[in-house]
């Protein structure tokens, strides 16, 4: 026997199963569209007491109806066309989703942890592996039917904003579920619609960070070397060197979801509609450009600034969509 099949033997006597990496396909044009392929999952359980309505209704919260269209037409926007997502199916879910040490709401002990503002179960986060069982998730990614998944529920459901599942995981704003059963990875999706469109896209944007700091992190954290660390600079922690921020930080930001700020900093936000050519133009901005505080303006604006041409720079794609939206995209 080899010496690495050796060692091979020894992590795996050590670690377990080593997960087998997925293959990576070629980038596509940055010119073209994709269309990944989403099952949408909603769980809005009828409540008896109100002539079994269902709880988005009853409490008059938003309909996904609107959200998803809302959504997805944002980032077909914002991303110049190139990601066009499909909802492919949708299943509606009258259940209460289950916690990971098996507890669920009813309708009577939910409405009142809501009206009371107390009472909340703990723990509350949801039980992964098994939505992963009872919607087959996996079978549906091998037979190539879906791409990712979109989670609909209400606030303490239990849902990470995003979650990577499959061969080699990674942090995904939230823990990865490593899958040696699964050829590829995927992405579960976790939104509220007792929120908007921007709250969905600020979702999808921790998703980018989380992407790019993965596909970026070999070239170490000094912005002339890692253009993704250049790109999230804003004002506060670079003074006259902000270029476009972060989901929570625009350039101006002094504090979490300061996106109101009205105070002109130096930006060089603009270099990145030009990109792999930066060419160092400043200019003062505030949050006028940025839709003065709005979530789902800021959002946009911070989407749009993203690469998204041919080539590669440092070896990675100067399309940053494509990692964006291809977990499997990312090494």
Known sequence: MSLGSLLQ????????????????????????TVRPRVLLIVYDPPIPAEGRRK??????????????????????????????????????????????????????????????RSGWHDPDTLNYEAVIDEFDLVARVERDQIDEVWMFGFPHAGFYESRMVGPGAFWCNAPPIDRSDVSRRFIIMGFSYERGVGEMLESFGHRVESHMEHVWKSLGTNPNRNLW????????VAPGQAHCGNVHFAPNSVRDYDWGNRTPVDSYCDDWYSFPDLP????????SEWGNGEIRAH?????????????????????????????????
């Open 9 to 32: 033997n020894l992590f795996r006597s050590i670690w377990g199963r080593v997960s087998p990496q997925p293959e990576r396909k070629p980038p596509p044009s940055a010119a073209q």
């Open 55 to 116: 709880l988005s209704e009853v409490l008059r919260w938003s309909s996904v109806d609107d959200l998803v269209p809302g959504y997805i037409s944002d980032l077909r926007d914002t991303s110049g066309g190139f990601v066009d997502y499909q909802v492919v199916q949708r299943i509606d879910v009258d259940a209460w989703p289950v916690k990971v040490d098996g507890f669920r709401y009813d309708a009577d002990r939910f409405l009142h942890c809501h009206r009371t």
């Open 229 to 236: 660390k250049r790109f999230i600079l804003y004002d506060q």
């Open 280 to 287: 160092g133009r400043l200019r003062r901005v505030d949050c």
């Open 299 to 331: 959002h946009t604006w911070w989407l749009r600034h993203l690469p998204r041409v041919e080539g590669t720079t440092s070896g990675i794609s100067n399309n940053w969509w494509w990692y964006a939206v291809d977990p499997n995209a990312a090494r």
